[in-house]
């Protein structure tokens, strides 16, 4: 177990809908990571924040967004769903935020289908 | 996103025999170099990583040596074992703190 939430697990919809992935970061772990995992394919890194502000922004569609809230939790918000938005969407946390960075501890990831 | 491309895609290797994996990326600034196993339907976890200021680590059957003047870094695996069957990826920490992870390497040791 590595201390990271990650919720709901798996999640059915229909494409055009909207959907909010929750992770919950280690304690005392201040920085929170998103990604993408397709199917056979690897991780896409979509954003980071830390201790509340946005950090870091990668291959992140514009359909989606994300916030971290004052208690560190995160929520990833994917809008107007498309087919290929199908895949695993994993959390991760880590203690800082760069410099003396290190290990990222992912949480089991969410799995969303959109039919 | 950032360059990182990692060689071979898929490898089979045979039980007891030795695996490496290769990892290139483009930020000459990168300076914290880790490798993830992802076993199917698992999440990935850390193996092993190294910083910029060594060449090489190793644990156990595990090492990972860096050469960060041809910017890639290498995962090697000896004395292979079922269990090590897995993707591993690896992750170099670029600038603007960001983990780009490369495409990840299908390992399968055939017992």
């Known amino acids: 177990d590595s201390g990271v939430t990650q919720t709901p697990k798996h999640l059915i919809t229909a494409t055009g809908q909207r959907v909010t992935l929750r992770c919950s970061p280690r304690?005392?772990?201040?920085?929170v990571y998103w990604y993408q995992q397709s199917l056979d394919q690897g991780l896409q890194f979509l954003i980071q924040?830390?201790?509340?502000?946005?950090?870091a922004k990668g291959n992140i569609l514009e359909r989606f967004s994300a916030q971290q809230f004052p208690d560190l939790h995160s929520e990833l918000n994917l809008s107007s769903l498309e087919l290929g938005d199908s895949a695993l969407y994993f959390c991760?946390?880590?203690?800082?935020?760069?410099?003396?960075?290190?290990?990222?501890?992912f949480g089991e990831g969410s799995r969303l289908t959109v039919l | 996103g950032e360059n990182v491309e990692q060689h071979p895609s898929t490898l089979s290797v045979q039980e007891g025999d030795s695996a490496v994996i290769k990892c290139t990326y483009s930020?000459?600034?990168?300076?914290?170099f880790p490798w993830y196993k992802q076993e199917l339907g698992k999440r990935p976890q850390l193996i092993i990583d190294i910083r910029s200021n060594v060449g090489e680590k190793k644990d156990q059957r595990i090492a990972v040596t860096l050469n960060k003047t041809a910017k890639h870094f290498s995962l090697h695996i000896t004395e292979t074992q079922p269990e090590d069957s897995a993707v591993y990826f690896c992750a170099p920490h670029f600038t603007g703190n960001q983990f780009y992870f490369g495409t990840g390497t299908s390992l399968t040791v055939i017992p």
């Open positions: 304690s005392g772990d201040l920085s």
């Open positions: 930020d000459s600034a990168s300076n914290y």
């Open positions: 924040y830390y201790n509340g502000e946005e950090r």
């Open positions: 991760a946390s880590s203690p800082s935020a760069g410099g003396n960075t290190g290990e990222l501890f």
